[in-house]
């Protein structure tokens, strides 16, 4: 599985973007979708997940604030982002998980929110 993410920036805080991550080779063994996120100088951390029949969960942070979507036929997982902070600059990674548990990570978007 390979994986491109798109739509990383620059944004003013209160301002909004979504982030797409594409699949393409074995996207047919695709179970959950996941967006990751890596400040500087901080450790990757889970930002939502959603699963093959479309249940999500958030990391308390951006509950209430961002989105995640997926479109099976298109394989693609889209984390909409509304109310941007400051604390929300990071690198984004997607990740997907295969049914036989593999998993694969995209090559990372920056985001930058900053006025």
């Known amino acids: 599985v390979q994986l491109v993410e798109s739509g990383g920036g620059l944004v003013q805080p209160g301002g909004s973007l979504r982030l797409s991550c594409a699949a393409s080779?074995?996207?047919?063994?695709?179970?959950?979708m996941a967006w990751y996120r890596q400040a500087p100088e901080k450790q990757r951390e889970w930002v939502a997940v959603i699963t093959s029949g479309g249940r999500t969960n958030y990391a308390d942070s951006v509950k209430g604030r961002f989105t995640i979507s997926r479109d099976n036929a298109k394989n693609t997982v889209y984390l909409q982002m509304n109310s941007l902070k400051p604390e929300d600059t990071a690198v984004y990674y997607c990740k997907v998980t295969a049914l036989d548990s593999r998993y694969y990570w995209g090559q990372g978007t920056q985001l930058t929110v900053s006025s």
């Open positions: 080779g074995s996207s047919s063994s695709i179970n959950t």
